[in-house]
């Protein structure tokens, strides 16, 4: 089983799965009230994100999600201390807050180097498009950053299938490719396969970066109308709800099934549905070290094309 891949068509070989930090460091001030620290509630301190690091690059996890606005800097500062001189590669985003402009660009990048105390990015991506910020313009101002040997692959985030494009073309007249786009999608939300997204980037060659794949704790099976997550996105969310933690039950009915012929978690099937397509790449949110050492065992088993369709059908209402 191939564990490595290129990202895109970009230089950069990643493993088929990375992992989120998005809930790491240690805010202060109003950045405790962040929302990457309260929506599902942080993760369980310095020692923890350690083991989820080690054990992570152990396994042959080393790709670390993480963005600049995470906690107002202080997830970024947190991983780049945890990572330095490892062999590790970073996918960060930009910018850290709502007032960015094109013209920012530069100074959001120095920002994000300090906090991670490196000389280049591995991945960096625009966190989420913006009617003000002309697409466009802005990859030009990444590719004098590639050139610059500050960023050596180039990503975006939450764009649609026609917002891709835009990027792709711009930097194309550069030489560049677009590397990836970074959607939410899981079993819970398959939007990506009815919006043009994942078509898009099979055509053009671009990884699906995969966030909250485990559709933030859900498809772990742990919760049940019973027993409903904490965090404060989790409380008020319809998604979380009880009527939402009834209806899923017979997929994690099924995940189980499945799971137990592999001796495997309704989690880690749920990961593997998605690294079973091989141009997405998911990357669930670890907050100790046993949930990314669990989570990592995604890659040291497969799910027959009967059992990947077993799944996806049993999750047509959830593609929408
Ligand atoms: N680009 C964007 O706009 C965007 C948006 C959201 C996320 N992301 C990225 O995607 C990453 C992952 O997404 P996510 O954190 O939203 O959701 P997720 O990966 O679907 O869920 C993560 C949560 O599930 C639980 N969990 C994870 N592994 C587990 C295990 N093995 N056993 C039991 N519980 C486990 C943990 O919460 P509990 O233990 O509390 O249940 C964890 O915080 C983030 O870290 C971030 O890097 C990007």
């Given at each position: 089983?191939?564990?490595?891949?290129?990202?895109?068509?970009?230089?950069?070989?990643?493993?088929?799965?990375?992992?989120?930090?998005?809930?790491?460091?240690?805010?202060?001030?109003?950045?405790?009230?962040?929302?990457?620290?309260?929506?599902?509630?942080?993760?369980?301190?310095?020692?923890?994100?350690?083991?989820?690091?080690?054990?992570?690059?152990?396994?042959?996890?080393n790709?670390?999600?993480?963005?600049?606005?995470?906690?107002?800097?202080?997830?970024?500062?947190?991983?780049?201390?945890?990572?330095r001189?490892?062999d590790?590669?970073?996918?960060?985003?930009?910018?850290?807050?709502?007032?960015?402009?094109?013209?920012?660009?530069?100074?959001?990048?120095?920002?994000?180097?300090?906090?991670?105390?490196?000389?280049?990015?591995?991945?960096?991506?625009?966190?989420?498009?913006?009617?003000?910020?002309?697409?466009?313009?802005?990859?030009?101002?990444?590719?004098?950053?590639v050139?610059?040997?500050?960023?050596?692959?180039?990503?975006?985030?939450?764009?649609?299938?026609?917002?891709?494009?835009?990027?792709?073309?711009a930097?194309?007249?550069?030489?560049?490719?677009?590397?990836?786009n970074?959607?939410?999608?899981?079993?819970?939300?398959?939007?990506?396969?009815?919006?043009?997204?994942?078509?898009?980037?099979?055509?053009?060659g671009?990884?699906?970066?995969?966030?909250?794949?485990?559709?933030?704790?859900?498809?772990?099976?742990?919760?049940?109308?019973?027993?409903?997550?904490?965090?404060?996105?989790?409380?008020?969310?319809p998604?979380?709800?009880?009527?939402?933690?009834?209806?899923?039950?017979?997929?994690?009915?099924?995940?189980?099934?499945?799971?137990?012929?592999?001796?495997?978690?309704?989690?880690?099937?749920?990961?593997?549905?998605?690294?079973?397509?091989?141009?997405?790449?998911?990357?669930?949110?670890?907050?100790?070290?046993?949930?990314?050492?669990?989570?990592?065992?995604?890659?040291?088993?497969?799910?027959?094309?009967?059992?990947?369709?077993?799944?996806?059908?049993?999750?047509?209402?959830?593609?929408?």
């Amino acid at each position: 089983m191939e564990h490595k891949t290129t990202l895109g068509k970009s230089n950069l070989r990643v493993p088929r799965m990375g992992v989120g930090a998005m809930v790491w460091g240690d805010p202060k001030g109003l950045a405790r009230l962040h929302p990457a620290k309260t929506a599902y509630g942080g993760a369980h301190g310095i020692e923890e994100e350690r083991r989820a690091v080690e054990v992570s690059i152990e396994a042959g996890v080393n790709l670390f999600d993480t963005a600049a606005m995470y906690s107002m800097g202080a997830a970024e500062r947190r991983l780049g201390e945890l990572t330095r001189g490892k062999d590790v590669i970073i996918a960060t985003k930009y910018p850290s807050g709502f007032s960015f402009r094109v013209e920012n660009f530069p100074k959001e990048l120095e920002m994000t180097l300090a906090r991670l105390g490196r000389d280049s990015i591995d991945l960096y991506q625009h966190h989420y498009p913006n009617a003000r910020i002309l697409i466009p313009e802005l990859m030009d101002r990444v590719a004098d950053a590639v050139e610059a040997g500050k960023v050596k692959a180039v990503g975006v985030s939450n764009y649609s299938a026609e917002q891709m494009r835009e990027a792709y073309e711009a930097l194309a007249k550069r030489g560049i490719p677009l590397a990836s786009n970074q959607v939410e999608y899981s079993l819970l939300h398959r939007k990506p396969e009815v919006d043009g997204t994942l078509d898009a980037c099979r055509e053009l060659g671009i990884t699906l970066i995969a966030y909250s794949p485990l559709a933030g704790g859900m498809l772990t099976g742990k919760y049940s109308p019973q027993n409903r997550p904490g965090g404060f996105f989790r409380r008020i969310l319809p998604q979380y709800n009880r009527k939402a933690l009834e209806a899923i039950q017979p997929v994690i009915k099924l995940l189980r099934e499945i799971g137990d012929k592999y001796s495997k978690t309704p989690g880690q099937v749920a990961i593997r549905w998605l690294i079973e397509n091989p141009i997405v790449l998911p990357i669930p949110g670890a907050k100790n070290g046993k949930q990314a050492a669990d989570n990592a065992e995604a890659l040291k088993f497969s799910l027959t094309a009967e059992e990947v369709e077993m799944l996806s059908h049993s999750t047509m209402a959830w593609r929408k």
